[in-house]
């Protein structure tokens, strides 16, 4: 066997380093032991500090799609109206949840698939009309589209700072440069991308404004993602709602102490010029990317099949998973029409690299003849530069 397990390039879940795996593998304990009450405690403060979080930090078991319901469930009153910005398939995913929690929704469209929803479009529907909470996607996993989020953030404190501000953060948190001052009210993520660490725990950051507006509303609906069921247990970990994944949190203090030590602009940085590298030799052998340059994702790539190249798409992907990674087939618009790259968390040379060598060797054993070398060398070169 040439290749003992494909590398994990999906967007989610990402490769885990083994000092999270021994995390994941530790004895496990009661949820009110001391020592996971500790742990637990300066998780939450970290996650706080780090992000800048005026509000709290919630770790509950779960995947990044309940940390989007949690985020509307606990910030749109009965009567709230509801925009949502998207930019592909997750964003409609927001769209569809916030519309069967029965809000009344309006969803604002990226011009096509590749594009993000312009700024100036979202400041013109919100002077239109009120909306009670904004929905965005920070990183479109199923497009490689970063949407603007400094400047979208800028245009709401200066012109609709009553709107609160709800992200998801799945494919960017922990990631790419972000903080809640800003002036976001709900931030969501999840434990399987940016962070690295096994699927299981859904993150989110709410503001003060959040927390205060939640306590003002009436019982929700919602009972096991109520912030007033978790705001007690996350400020004193020994109390109980729902049995905390005792093993998955180990795992992310891990991840967090990783983030720590390499810091997060090194980390988005890092992300940023593997994105970069990796967008220029895919380029190299021919293939073109579904987001727009200008709004390309420092996490995921979408990477279209040149046209005639005679590449059967499923095909294709089997094909570079058997030369040692696994990537994914697209969605919507893109389907069939190319793969997606997640290149985010803990990665490294070594990886990026032996990824480039995987879809091209598949390219030529294919039957796509591109010169071996074509894109690894522009990889490489992209790895001197620095
Ligand atoms: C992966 C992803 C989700 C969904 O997360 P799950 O853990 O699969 O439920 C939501 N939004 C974005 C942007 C994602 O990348």
């Known amino acids: 066997m040439r290749i003992r ?3 994990v390039m999906v967007p989610g879940p990402t490769p885990v380093v083994r000092s999270i795996q021994e995390a994941l593998g530790r004895e496990t304990i009661s949820y009110n032991d001391p020592r996971l009450v500790a742990d637990f405690s300066l998780l939450v403060d970290d996650l706080v500090k780090l992000w800048r979080c005026d509000g709290i930090a919630f770790v509950v078991a779960g995947s990044g799609t309940m940390a989007m319901e949690m985020g ?5 009153a009965r009567n709230d109206k509801v925009l949502v910005c998207s930019n592909g398939y997750f964003g409609d995913r927001f769209a569809d949840i916030c519309s ?6 309006e969803v604002l469209r990226a011009p096509r698939w590749g594009e993000s929803v312009n ?10 009309k009120k909306f009670g909470v904004i929905c965005v996607t920070h990183i479109e996993t199923s497009t490689g589209v970063e949407f603007p989020l400094r400047e979208f953030t800028e245009m709401m404190r200066t012109s609709h700072p009553d709107t609160l501000v709800v992200v998801d953060g799945v494919a960017s948190m922990g990631g790419v440069e972000f903080y809640m ?12 991308k940016c962070f690295g660490t096994a699927p299981g725990l859904c993150l989110l950051w709410a503001s003060e404004r959040a927390l205060e507006k939640r306590k003002a509303m009436p019982r929700i609906a919602e009972t096991y993602i109520d912030f007033e069921k978790w705001v007690p247990v996350m400020r004193e970990p020994m109390k109980y709602w729902g049995t905390p994944a005792v093993n998955m949190i180990w ?5 967090v102490r990783i983030i720590k030590e390499e810091g997060l602009e090194n980390r988005s940085r890092r992300h940023r010029k593997y994105a970069s590298a990796i967008r220029r030799s895919l380029a190299a052998m021919g293939f073109s990317m579904g987001a727009d340059e200008k709004v390309a994702a420092p996490t995921v790539t979408v990477s279209l099949y040149p046209d005639n190249c005679g590449l059967d798409d499923a095909v294709f992907r089997g094909a570079v998973y058997g030369e040692g990674a696994h990537i994914a087939g697209c969605l ?11 290149h985010m968390g803990n ?8 990824l480039i060598a995987s879809i091209e060797r598949a390219c030529v054993k294919r039957g796509y003849h591109i010169e071996p070398g074509a894109g690894l060398g522009v990889l490489q070169r992209a790895l001197i530069e620095e």
């Open 100 to 105: 069967r929690k029965g809000f009344e929704t």
């Open 251 to 255: 795992s992310l203090c891990e991840a």
């Open 119 to 128: 700024i100036a479009d979202v400041d013109a529907k919100l002077n239109e």
């Open 5 to 7: 397990n494909p590398l």
């Open 347 to 354: 990665i490294d040379d070594n990886i990026v690299v032996s």
């Open 181 to 192: 001052d800003w002036g976001v009210d709900v931030m969501l993520s999840c434990s399987q």
């Open 72 to 76: 509307i469930a606990n910030v749109a």
């Open 332 to 342: 919507g618009d893109f389907a069939g029409k190319g793969f997606r790259i997640g």
